[in-house]
């Protein structure tokens, strides 16, 4: 089983519609977990850490399923600029362990 | 503030040949990582580096060597170029790695795309 797994779409969504991304990952001993965005062709960035109570920003919200390993992604009222890749990112909390990120899920947004 | 720069931004190389990446981040970070981005495989870390003097592997470090000689700088080499090498090369820095604040953020490079030929 891949460390962290997302269903990659492409998900074709209208603008103002909803959509939900799923991440699994394997390592039961995992603290933190992220969820960065990356455009085409463009470095990822940070979209929002992911708490243990979920957590919302704006038009997007994170839950995390410990007991089922089990990440979300929720976006509402999807804007044209939504479109991008997602990706799924997970960290043990030992010391020197480094990121471990998902293939990503992309999403695209029409008018 | 310039955050996280690489050096070059593409680059073609012939198999055997040597290369160096540079990676720049002026926001006083100790840690620091190289990752390679193929489609279908997602980003995989090749080596870091949690400060000024030391590095470790990651997941796919064969082939490459690191050096961190300075706190705002990470070199990535290539010894001998092969096709399984070209990729997009990502540098990405933090504050701290773990244990201290798991929420840190990394944060990434514009990156380097290398065709070996």
């Known amino acids: 089983r891949k460390e962290v797994e997302q269903d990659p779409g492409p998900f074709n969504v209208p603008e103002g519609a909803t959509v939900a991304f799923n991440c699994t990952y394997s390592n039961s001993a995992s603290q933190s977990f992220f969820w960065y965005r990356q455009d085409c062709r463009k470095e990822p960035k940070l979209l929002m850490s992911v708490y243990s109570s979920g957590n919302e920003d704006g038009r997007f919200t994170a839950q995390l399923n410990r007991a089922s390993q089990y990440i979300s992604l929720l976006i509402r009222d999807s804007k044209l600029s939504d479109s991008a890749t997602y990706l799924c990112v997970v960290r043990a909390n030992q010391a020197g362990t480094a990121l471990i990120f998902g293939k990503g899920t992309t999403l695209s947004v029409s008018s | 503030n310039a955050g996280v720069t690489q050096t070059p931004k593409f680059r073609v190389l012939k198999t055997g040949q040597s290369m160096t990446l540079l990676c720049a981040q002026d926001m006083n970070h100790e840690y620091m990582y190289w990752y390679r981005q193929d489609p279908g495989m997602g980003l995989r870390l090749i080596h870091y580096s949690v400060g000024e003097g030391t590095t470790a592997k990651g997941e796919v470090p064969d082939g490459y060597n690191v050096s961190r000689l300075k706190k705002q700088n990470f070199l990535l080499g290539l010894e001998s170029a092969a096709p399984s090498q070209t990729s997009v090369y990502f540098c990405?820095?933090?504050?701290?790695?773990?244990?201290?604040?798991?929420?840190?953020?990394?944060?990434f490079g514009p990156g380097t795309r290398l065709l070996v030929l």
């Open positions: 990405a820095s933090s504050f701290v790695g773990s244990g201290t604040n798991p929420f840190e953020t990394q944060y």
